[in-house]
């Protein structure tokens, strides 16, 4: 029987694309050059008994009526599919010298927290916190599907939000003339977008700052039960995924993509697969280079060239005979920044590649869920995430390894020294294992062009209106993926689930 739908890599959206045509009868297969599917949302286990997964940490609109709510629905997996809460009263913590703030859902609460903190500037903060509100409101009723009823009866919100198109976080937190404490404090969660604030889109902090508020979570039983599941609804309806098979040429009759040739990665043999319409989840600009960017219409074209994120640093680590709880962990994440000013911070480690004063994410798995264990009883898994310069690190690999090697150590020991300074005092004496991912980790196994975290960079530029979208102007050919949607897993739901809705005419999601 030939294949409706060939779709190319298993990543979030391409999997959300797939479950849902292959739960509406249509036949797919999924190349996938990994040998987990999920790309960026893949666990993998070390040492045979502790589960990680490469990079998903706490997610987005999973409450009832939300998108990926409306997906698993759709999909029959909203019982099996469960969500647990981070703590609404702080699902961040953010750390730096001399300043604590826990980051509430409410926003009236988070205004008072800040009240407190700097009581000269409350005004200028309850202004910008209404604001973010206000412009959140508008991004919402600008989504696709775009309700024009909704368009008028909001034409505040929406003012307010297309005001912004062009600024960075950067440019509103000196609009309301935010104190610099203030500013690091809620920008803390910078390595959500590895972006500091003079370069990170508004909107794209706006987004996921409401979207945090309005309900942080972790899946019930981790991600693998997540990718599994859409995994399962694929193959149960009659469909396939392909693992460890590389896409290596695109097969085109005039503007048409007819299919792909793909290596199988273990016998090193080479395979043609075709099918009536083919989905690109791999990262755009690299299948347009294997296609040849001038069979691309000049606005594609023109929208392809949007400059990729920064990668990062990640360490997966291990404890033992010790509880995370006792040092002040649980259902939420730390954000710890040694510099008050989160530009200079970025630009230390970015740029110049000196981690000796750290700004990093904190993350706890194993406290967000109580139904399924990541790792054995007496034992709890800490993760920790930083940004990282994909040229840096792929030089320095390929000429040194051993360099490369003390390089990632090197990281991770100034992490440690933090969190043993301010956090977990004898945490070196409880890590029974500890594994680091780079910048080239992430090319080898997400498949990454430039070990990029999130697509393209989430500027301005990027987020803006002539940000790449499915349409990619050659026939029977669609991108479905971070960069042609939304990074993040909740906006990759969306991606997919919008595709699905464009190609079959079958409404799923609502503009909630
Ligand atoms: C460090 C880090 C932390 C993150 N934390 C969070 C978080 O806490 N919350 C959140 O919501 N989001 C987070 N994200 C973002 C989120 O993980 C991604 O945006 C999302 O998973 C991307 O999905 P995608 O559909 O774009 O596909 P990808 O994950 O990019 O997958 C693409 C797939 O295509 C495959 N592929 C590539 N080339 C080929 C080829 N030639 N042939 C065959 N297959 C190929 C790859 O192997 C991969 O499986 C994080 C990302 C990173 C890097």
Known sequence: MKTDYLILGSGLSGLVFGALMAKSGKR?????????????????????????NAQLHYVWDCGEGKPVNQVLKKLNLDQDITFERYDPNGFDHMRMPNYALDIPSDSQELIRRLADLFPEDADKISKFVFEVKKTREGLKILAPPVNPGKLLIHLGEVSCAVRYLHSTLQDVFDKFKLPLAAQTLLASQWPDFLLPPNQLSFYAWVILFSGYQEGAYYPTHHFEAVINGLVKAIVDNGGEIIFNTEVVNFMLEGKTVTGVEAMDLITHQTSKFTADTVICNIDPKKAAKMIGYEKFSRTVGKKLDYEYSASNFMAYCVVKDIDLRDYGFGKCNTFHTGHQDLNEAFYQMYVQHDYSNPSFAITTPTLLTTEERDCPEDCQIIEFLTVADYSYFQELKARDEKAYRQQKEEILNSILDVVEKQYIPNIRQHLVFKITGSPTTNERFCHCPHGNSYGSSLTPKNM?????????????FYFCNASSGYPGFAPTFWTGALLYQRLSGDKILTNS
């Open 464 to 476: 803006g209106i002539g940000r790449l979208n499915h349409q990619t102007s050659l026939k029977n």
């Open 28 to 52: 797919v297969q999924v190349l996938e050059a990994h040998e987990y599917p999920g790309g960026f949302g893949h666990t993998f286990t070390m040492a045979k008994k502790y589960r990680f």
